[in-house]
């Protein structure tokens, strides 16, 4: 076979040698795999549809706007946000932001929320739970929180006495059995009972009627 000659300014370019694969640990060729170093740029996260970002700020603004008002507990404001037609993983997604930014604290709500209606109702520990659960606060955190502030007997008895005192001095223009009854009553829708309730609602009556 005769030699190939090309025209001057068209030859081919020179072929450099076929780059060798990368030998395996085996002895076999293998491939070489690149390794990324710490400067490699990260992963980027795929942006959340715009639906999706709309309802959960949808449900953020709804929330903090409760909040804004007055403290509420998870169980509030999770029914909140479902009334008002949020999808559930949003309303739970949501309630895990609050949370882990301290906003929704059901434990410190509680606390808050025993020493308060003892405080201005004068409420015994018999009406301090309806109060809680009214609230959507769960059992378990309730009785934690009467336990967390527990009162001794003569505290109690101290405290009421002197819800008794303030209610006997509307009552006081009643007859005896008519008010005596009436105070009771109201005693116990405060929480308390016992041998002590009735001997503090004559107790009181009697200073009423004296004063």
Known sequence: MGVLRYFPGSEPPEQG????????????????????GPDAPAAVEPEPP????????????????????HDASEGELRAKLLARGLDEADVEAELDRLKGAGLVDDAALA????????????????????????????????????????????AVDERLQEVADDRARRLAS????????RLTA???????????????????LERA???
């Open 17 to 36: 040698p076929s780059p060798e694969p990368a030998a395996s640990g085996s002895g076999e060729p293998g491939w070489a795999v690149p390794v990324l």
């Open 50 to 69: 715009a639906a999706e970002r709309r309802a959960s700020r949808r449900a953020e603004n709804v929330a903090l706007a409760a909040l804004t008002r």
């Open 111 to 154: 606390d808050r929320l025993v020493r308060s209606l003892r405080e201005r109702k004068g409420l015994g520990d018999g009406a301090l739970r309806p109060a809680l659960r009214a609230r959507n606060l769960p059992q378990a955190v309730i009785d934690a929180a009467i336990a967390a502030n527990a009162e001794d007997d003569e």
């Open 174 to 181: 009643l007859p005896d059995d008519v008010a005596e009854r």
């Open 186 to 204: 109201y005693l116990m829708r405060r929480g308390y009972g016992g041998s002590s309730l009735r001997s503090a609602a004559r107790d009181a």
């Open 209 to 211: 009627r004296r004063g």
